[in-house]
């Protein structure tokens, strides 16, 4: 673990506090560029929304250039991904940062704050969908940079900078590779700085040194025809419903394990270093409830919440759809029911390996006398990632440290997925992970926000991290 002390010297703590001031003298613009992006709806997953998603990525190449980076838009699909460059000598190592600008769709019924794009500051946080996830993470790197450069002797960076910003990351990113392998030289770098991604709390920075994979399914359970009349077949017909739940309910056992055969064969054991990682987080059951608002902890009970969210594999149904959620009931057995569940994987896991887990759990497990259809995202999954240990990851624990003006880093994981394996795979270059967002920040859920003191504190990760990577990575 990295430590700041008061042995740090003097012009450490001098520039240390130039960032820190530079970022609050510019709090109003921060705060007001921020809530200019959010307004815009970029939802991916929304056809209509398209546009929105193509004004959100010139919005942001529109930033970048005004910070002095040679930007560049790139059509990905419907979407639009952002690249930005900032090369000042072939001499010095080159940083690829990694952030998506899509967001997720937003039920305005259920906002109580704003509505999801009419941004609103209240309480030191900025309320809107996106604000956290992700744009509040790519406006942190933003003027993360412009602290640095303002830090250094001639504004020149301690390394060369690639942002890459894409429009497809709440949709699986379902172009990055392609992107990617098509403009490897241009990507090429010596180490990946992923920002999307949790922190642990405003005064205990923690560093994400893992990432969770993510596998999704869609079940479609068919019985009758059409839709029956309950009074009329009741008893004597086939009720998709009762399959669907049937199967769902077997998905765990009465320990809160996952109940796929040979699901936990290839997990990684939980070596003494990371219980050690994990149980040194200033963890308190109560206080988590309350911040997440989860109302209650579940799981795998042998082991601890840190350990469950971020090196325990698992499974949760996000939704299910059958007969009449809404409106007037027809006292029907309707004919479809359908559910959708995640599968969060850990090293060793693999996609392809739990896929077919779960094509043969289903399989077994569902009655007779229904048909079914079962679609795995696999094209798409996401393997787990672990950052090697190394100068560079020491790097980010001491940046982190610094940014926050905490004695030390903890380490941590993130329960979401992301495509860092591809990213790392595609580069050959080690992922780091700086995130801004908090637990309380709402992700995907109504009145989601940033806090923005730990927004600013991010950026001042950013700024550090620019000129501890440059003392560490090879040139």
Same mark, same amino acid.
Request: overall charge negative.
């Given at each position: 673990m990295s430590e700041v002390t008061s042995g740090s010297g003097s012009d450490q703590v001098e520039r240390d506090d130039a960032i820190r001031a530079f970022l609050e003298q510019h709090r109003p613009e921060i705060e007001s560029q921020l809530a200019e992006w959010v307004a815009i709806p970029s939802i991916s997953a929304v056809a209509d929304r398209a546009i929105d998603v193509q004004r959100s990525a010139r919005w942001l190449a529109g930033a970048f250039r005004d910070a002095g980076l040679e930007t560049e838009i790139v059509p990905t699909g419907d979407a639009a991904a952002v690249i930005a460059r900032l090369h000042t000598d072939d001499d010095l190592p080159t940083v690829l940062v990694y952030s998506h600008h899509d967001v997720r769709h937003a039920k305005p019924e259920e906002w109580q704050e704003t509505a999801p794009f009419d941004p609103v500051v209240r309480g030191g946080r900025l309320y809107g969908r996106g604000a956290s996830d992700a744009k509040g993470q790519a406006v942190a790197h933003l003027w993360g940079l412009r602290a640095h450069l303002a830090s250094r002797a001639h504004g020149r960076p301690a390394v060369n900078l690639v942002y890459l910003v894409e429009g497809e990351e709440e949709i699986a990113s379902p172009h990055l590779a392609d992107?990617?392998?098509?403009?490897?030289?241009?990507?090429a770098c010596d180490?990946?700085?992923f920002s999307d991604t949790l922190q642990w709390a405003e005064d205990f920075p923690g560093v994400v040194t893992s990432m969770r994979g993510i596998l999704g399914a869609d079940l479609r359970v068919i019985g009758p025809a059409h839709d029956q009349h309950s009074g009329a077949v009741s008893g004597a %017909?086939?009720?998709? =419903?009762? %399959?669907?739940?049937? =199967?769902m309910a077997a998905l765990h056992d009465e320990s809160g394990r996952v109940a796929l055969p040979g699901f936990y064969d290839d997990v990684a054991p939980l070596t003494a270093r990371r219980a050690a990682e994990l149980a040194a987080l200033p963890f308190d059951e109560a206080s988590w409830v309350e911040r997440t608002g989860t109302r209650s902890i579940d799981g795998e009970a042998a082991h601890t919440v840190p350990e469950r969210l971020w090196a325990r594999p698992a499974l949760e149904i996000v939704g299910i759809l059958a007969g009449d959620p809404e409106g007037v009931p027809r006292a029907v057995i309707p004919s479809v029911a359908s559910a959708q569940f995640s599968v969060r994987l850990v090293p060793d896991q693999r996609i392809e390996t739990v896929a077919e887990q779960v094509r043969r759990f289903v399989t077994d497990r569902m009655p007779e006398g229904v048909d079914y259809e079962l679609t795995l995202t696999e094209d798409t999954g996401q393997n787990p990632y672990v950052t090697p240990e190394g100068p560079a990851l020491e790097a980010l624990e001491r940046a982190t440290a610094r940014g926050y003006g905490a004695a030390r880093a903890f380490r941590m994981g993130n329960a979401g997925g992301g495509p860092a394996e591809l990213l790392s795979l595609t580069s050959g270059a080690p992922v780091l992970y700086l995130g801004i967002g908090l637990?309380?920040?709402?992700?995907?859920?109504?009145?989601e926000s940033v806090h923005l003191p730990t927004l600013l504190k991010g950026a001042a990760t950013a700024a550090h991290l620019w000129t501890e990577l440059g003392l560490e990575l090879p040139r």
């Open positions: 992107l990617l392998t098509a403009r490897a030289d241009e990507f180490a990946i700085v %017909a086939p009720n998709p =419903v009762h %399959a669907l739940v049937e =199967v637990p309380e920040d709402h992700w995907h859920a109504a009145d």
